[in-house]
């Protein structure tokens, strides 16, 4: 039984196959003849261990099968005697193995570790309801144990983004939310935002939240904020860029508090101004609305009006009054 413990080794020819086989057969003659006594196809110690089931210390884990990479699954059991591989339910053949065997020294037991390699071609030609698995099935004396099923799943990330982030326009303190779907890929594509080409780091600056599916949340625009963002995708095979969007922050002028009325004029006017900068627009921001100057009649300063009877005044001539000064 040793023997066919090294696989892939000088089997050949029709009779690969034999010592596998033999030990089908053992293995479940051995669990017959337990209880009586019968151990004469029994490698040596059994009658003085009572014999554990093995115990996988590794199980192969989920894989991604890379451009045309093969992938390798290992499992490593103690104590094993053997170890093979079945794929989609079938045995994986015995040549196909690499086994490697050692001795556990404290407990003294065999520890028996198992490659296999998984091509694209196996797993792509593979139509199971399900993906292509492996799993790992152990022999120790007393019978057999299964490892986990490891899935092995070819991985991509197609060239489209579901959903491109749009440009807007936000005034100031308003909420941004910048959308983002990344193309559909296994394993599934992380995001990462980029603004005006740099990342942006969401722990840095509490304004921005990056967890919620992709989306950017800026809570409170500022003008700062102001850019080109891009959503990077990427996975283990590739990484995709989205469409910039272009985010302007602006802000609407408003206007500043009203001037003290000037001088009355001779023509009894007086006027006051105002400016819009208080904030001014920025960004392409709206222009203050109403009028940036106001005037009154008044009849203080230099207005003569009180001087002379009204009806003595042409009221349609400026000059008049200026002469009258
Ligand atoms: C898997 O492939 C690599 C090289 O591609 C090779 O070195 C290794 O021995 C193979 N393993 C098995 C179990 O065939
Ligand atoms: C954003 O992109 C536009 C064109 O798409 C470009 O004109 C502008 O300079 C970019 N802004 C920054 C801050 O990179
Ligand atoms: C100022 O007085 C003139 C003439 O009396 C009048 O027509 C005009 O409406 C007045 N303007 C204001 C702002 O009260």
């Known amino acids: 039984m040793g023997r066919a413990a090294v696989a892939g080794g000088g089997a050949g020819g029709a009779h690969w196959w034999l010592p596998w086989l033999g030990l089908c057969f053992w293995a479940t003659g051995a669990a017959a003849a337990r209880g009586t006594d019968n151990g004469e196809a029994l490698p040596e110690s059994i009658p003085s261990a009572p014999g554990t089931l093995p115990h996988f210390i590794e199980e192969p884990d989920d894989a991604y099968i890379i451009k045309s990479n093969p992938i390798a699954l290992r499992c490593k059991a103690r104590p094993a005697m053997q170890i093979f591989f079945k794929c989609n339910g079938e045995w994986v053949h015995q040549n196909e ?142 990484k995709r860029r989205s469409l910039s969007a272009t985010v302007v922050v602006y802000v609407d002028g408003s206007w500043e508090v009203w001037s003290e009325w000037s001088v009355c004029s001779p023509e009894c006017e007086h006027l006051r101004i105002r400016e819009c900068t208080a904030p001014p627009p920025r960004n392409g921001g709206k222009f203050c609305e109403g009028l940036s100057q106001e005037s009154e009649n008044c009849t203080d300063g230099l207005c003569i009006l009180d001087k002379k009877p009204l009806h003595e005044i042409k009221p349609q001539s400026k000059l008049f009054f200026l002469s009258c000064i």
């Not at 399900?130 to 990330?157: F, M, N, P």
């Not at 779907?181 to 990342?199: S, T």
């Not at 969401?202 to 304004?207: I, L, M, V």
């Open 97 to 238: 193995h690499v086994s490697e065997e050692s001795l556990d020294e404290s407990s003294g037991l065999k520890v028996r570790e198992v490659f296999i390699n998984v091509t694209r071609q196996q797993v792509e030609d593979f139509h199971g309801p399900e993906d292509y698995w492996c799993q790992c099935v152990a022999w120790s004396h007393l019978g057999t144990s299964k490892s986990r099923k490891a899935s092995v799943r070819i991985a991509y990330l197609r060239k489209n983004f579901e959903q491109d982030p749009q440009g807007r326009e936000v005034p100031i303190e308003g909420m941004i939310v910048l959308h983002c779907r990344p193309p559909e890929g296994v394993p599934a594509a992380e995001v990462e935002w980029l603004k005006n080409e740099e990342p942006i780091d969401s722990e840095q600056d509490e304004n921005i939240d990056t967890r919620a599916d992709h989306n950017l949340i800026i809570r409170q625009a500022r003008l700062s904020d102001s850019g080109n963002y891009t959503c990077m995708a990427a996975n283990i095979v590739a």
